[in-house]
T-cell receptor
C-alpha cells in the first residue's frame, strides 16, 4: 500500500523567511497530492493540492511542486507570517483510492 | 457554510467500556471517512464508505472496532471494549467525489477520546 514520508518533523523560521516541507510517496499510481494545515485544536483544512499532470501550482504565498519520477513533492511558503504557524500534513491518493497522510511538520514562525 | 458534524467532542471512558462516535457529513457527499489521529501524528484511515458500502477497512481493528453507514448518510464508529491505546482524536471527513482524488476532503472538528 501507499506510504508517505514527511520531513522535517519540526521547522522554525523567522517571520518573512521561506519554509519548505518535503514528502515522498511509494505508490507510483498516486495521482493526487493535497496539503492540509491544522491549527492547534482545530480540524485539518486543505490549503493547496496538485495532480500528477502538472509539476507546480501556486496560490499567493503558497506553492507546491511535484516530481513524479522521484516520487516526491514539496510545499513552499514564502514571506512567512506568525499566522502560518501550525502543523502541515502532506497526503497522497490514487484514483478512487484512500488518502494517506504523512506524519506532519510543526511549523513555528517567530516574529 | 456546510460543515461535517461530529459528536461527542470529548469522551472520557474507562478501559473495557464501549464508546460510540457519530458523524453527519456535508449534505450530498457520497464518500465518508473515519480517521484516527494520535497526538503528534498524521491522521490514519480507519474506514472509507462510498454511500452505504465499505470501500476500505483494512486498517480497522475489527476485533473491537465497527463502523456503519446504514442509509448512506450519517455514520457511527463504535469501540468495544476500549483500550488505553485507543486514546486519540477520531476525525470524520466527507467528500463529494468517489475517492479522495476526485474531491476535497472536509473534516469535522473531531471526537477526542481518553481511555483511563
Amino acid at each position: 500500500g501507499e506510504n508517505v514520508e514527511q520531513h522535517p518533523s519540526t521547522l522554525s523560521v523567522q517571520e518573512g523567511d521561506s519554509a519548505v516541507i518535503k514528502c515522498t510517496y511509494s505508490d507510483s499510481a498516486s495521482n493526487y497530492f493535497p496539503w492540509y494545515k491544522q491549527e492547534l485544536g482545530k480540524r485539518p483544512q486543505l490549503i493547496i493540492d496538485i495532480r500528477s499532470n502538472v509539476g507546480e501550482k501556486k496560490d499567493q504565498r503558497i506553492a507546491v511542486t511535484l516530481n513524479k519520477t522521484a516520487k516526491h513533492f514539496s510545499l513552499h511558503i514564502t514571506e512567512t507570517q506568525p499566522e502560518d504557524s501550525a502543523v502541515y500534513f502532506c497526503a497522497a491518493s490514487s484514483q478512487g483510492g484512500k488518502l494517506i497522510f504523512g506524519q506532519g511538520t510543526e511549523l513555528s514562525v517567530k516574529p | 457554510e456546510a460543515e461535517v458534524a461530529q459528536s461527542p467532542r470529548y469522551k472520557i471512558t474507562e478501559k473495557s467500556q464501549a464508546v460510540a462516535f457519530w458523524c453527519d457529513p456535508i449534505s450530498g457527499h457520497a464518500t465518508l471517512y473515519w480517521y484516527r489521529q494520535i497526538l503528534g501524528q498524521g491522521p490514519e484511515l480507519l474506514v472509507q464508505f462510498q454511500d452505504e458500502s465499505v470501500v476500505d477497512d483494512s486498517q480497522l481493528p475489527k476485533d473491537r472496532f465497527s463502523a456503519e453507514r446504514l442509509k448512506g448518510v450519517d455514520s457511527t464508529l463504535k469501540i468495544q471494549p476500549a483500550e488505553l491505546g485507543d486514546s486519540a482524536m477520531y476525525l470524520c471527513a466527507s467528500s463529494a467525489g468517489q475517492g479522495a482524488a476526485t474531491g476535497e476532503l472536509f473534516f469535522g472538528e473531531g471526537s477526542r477520546l481518553t481511555v483511563l
